[in-house]
């Protein structure tokens, strides 16, 4: 099993989410901790292999994980945050941005 290890802000984001969809959410991070990738989960495209976002609709509003796989034996949650963007589905620049700024200082962390 792997650790899942946290972003700080992104688990502080991830406490302001409704109990129930932090519930769904945290055991689709527990099901990738145990290898396995929940139905909720996806591939996050243009970020690299192994970096996965969970897309939750709760009642009116959408919540997102982003978290990786590739990093040893721990899974690291990047980014969380409610989608407000009335864009259709796609990923904000702004939080694609944070998303890749947070993957570079891990990757500086684990060199």
């Known amino acids: ?15 302001t ?4 969809a932090r519930e769904d959410m945290q055991s689709a991070l527990d099901i990738a901790a145990l ?13 690299g292999s192994g970096v996965l976002e969970i897309a939750l609709p709760y009642r009116s509003d959408a919540y997102r994980v982003i978290y990786a796989v590739q990093f040893g034996d721990e899974i690291w949650v990047i980014h969380a945050f409610q989608k407000k963007s009335n864009k259709g ?23």
């Open 17 to 20: 989410f409704p109990a129930a």
């Open 89 to 111: 589905i796609a990923t904000p620049q702004k939080e694609v941005e944070l998303i890749k700024a947070r993957l570079k200082r891990i990757k500086e962390m684990q060199s």
């Open 35 to 47: 290898g396995g990738k929940a139905d909720i989960a996806k591939p996050m495209k243009g970020l």
């Open 1 to 15: 099993m792997k650790e899942i290890v946290w972003f700080k802000q992104a688990r502080k984001e991830f406490e």
